[in-house]
Structures are given as C-alpha cells and as structure tokens.
C-alpha cells in the first residue's frame, strides 16, 4: 500500500481513507491515485510504525516539506498524525511540516484540537470552499450537517494562535466568481488566515 509518495519538492503521508465530507469535486470520484501515484486507497490504516519507516525511505535534503494529505482525511488520525509529526521534528526541527485538512477535526475527535498542533506543525491548509454555509453543505455534504462550517471557521481561527501558517483555500474551477473569491478572501483574513486558490485537480 501507498503510505508515502512524492508531489514535486514534497513527500506526502498517506495515513487513512476516511473523511467527514463527500465534496463534490473530490479527487477520489475520478480514480484511486492522483499525481501518477499508485493507488492511494488503503487495505487498512498503516501503523504509525510503519507511517515513520516508510518516510525514513526518503532522503530529506532533497524534499522542501513533509504534507500530510492522501485519500481520506489526515485528522481522523490525529494521535497518529501528531505523534509522527513529533517525531520528524525532533529528527529534524528545520524540516517543514504542512497538514492539508477539511478543518473539521474538533467534531471528528470530540474536543478542541487546535492547540494540539503547535510545535508540531509550521503550516495548517484548511478547504474553507465557500463564504455561504448553505453552499458549504451543499458542495462538502460533511456528515455533520450545519454544524461543520461554524466549526471549521473556529477551528481555523484558534489554529492561527499556535500554527505558523494557516492557509484557507478554495477550488478554482468550482469558484470562479470572482466576487466570490474575495469574500472567501475576508473570511479568511477575518480569522488571521490568507487564502489560496488552488487548482482543480483531475
């Protein structure tokens, strides 16, 4: 199974298959594997002994970053992402470590987690998508329902105190408009973020 892969100047972490939301232009409704990797879905969830011996694999004076994005979403794992993180910081602390997230983890783990990041985590890229929350649900089809814009939002907010960089993005193709756009953008800058938008990927 795909646990590490590389994306240009980064290696990318693989950890789960599962994800709060069914967006609409997800990556995995077009196939198994994305930027000619093998297949990105998982028999089963790697141990985080076998997350840390398949980046031991890599030669890091090559790579600029390690992200933390594959086919589900990173903070279904958090112990696991977490303690992985940590573990390449004190291997290397210059080493950048970047978690691309649907910012949805304080209602998947049941608690606040922003704080938990800190020290462990130089860059957060949250998918904040829309400005409209009724857009949010009908674009993320997150199982959490209403619930699950608000609490992107705070989680993005509480993760600009401890997290370096905290990037919101939105999907190009999808958001075209460019009145849309800057609004996304104020949302963003009204939480302490700066937003990217990002390519759609096919």
């Given at each position: 199974?795909?646990?590490?892969?590389?994306?240009?100047?980064?290696?990318?972490?693989?950890?789960?298959?599962?994800?709060?939301?069914?967006?609409?232009?997800?990556?995995?409704?077009?196939?198994?594997?994305v930027f000619g990797s093998d297949s990105l879905w998982l028999d089963r969830e790697p141990t985080t002994d076998e997350i840390a011996e398949s980046l031991a694999t890599w030669d890091y004076t090559r790579f600029r970053e390690v992200v933390f994005c594959g086919y589900g979403e990173p903070t279904e794992r958090l112990d696991a992402l977490l303690a992985v993180a940590e573990h390449l910081k004190m291997r290397d602390a210059s080493l950048r470590i970047r978690v691309n997230t649907n910012g949805l983890s304080d209602l998947v783990n049941g608690r606040p987690t922003a704080g938990m990041f800190a020290n462990k985590v130089d860059c957060l890229s949250i998918s904040l998508n829309t400005d409209d929350p009724d857009e949010y649900l009908a674009v993320c089809r997150p199982r959490f329902g209403k619930a699950a814009y608000p609490a992107?939002?705070?989680?993005?907010?509480?993760?600009?105190?401890?997290?370096?960089?905290?990037?919101?993005?939105v999907v190009g193709e999808p958001v075209t408009d460019s009145g849309k756009q800057a609004r996304c953008r104020v949302v963003a800058e009204s939480l302490g973020a700066r937003l990217r938008i990002r390519p759609y990927e096919r």
């Open positions: 199974m795909t646990i590490t892969y590389q994306v240009k100047n980064s290696i990318y972490v693989n950890i789960t298959n599962r994800c709060p939301c069914a967006c609409t232009f997800c990556l995995r409704t077009h196939g198994p594997g992107m939002l705070k989680f993005a907010k509480e993760a600009t105190a401890v997290v370096p960089e905290v990037v919101m993005t």
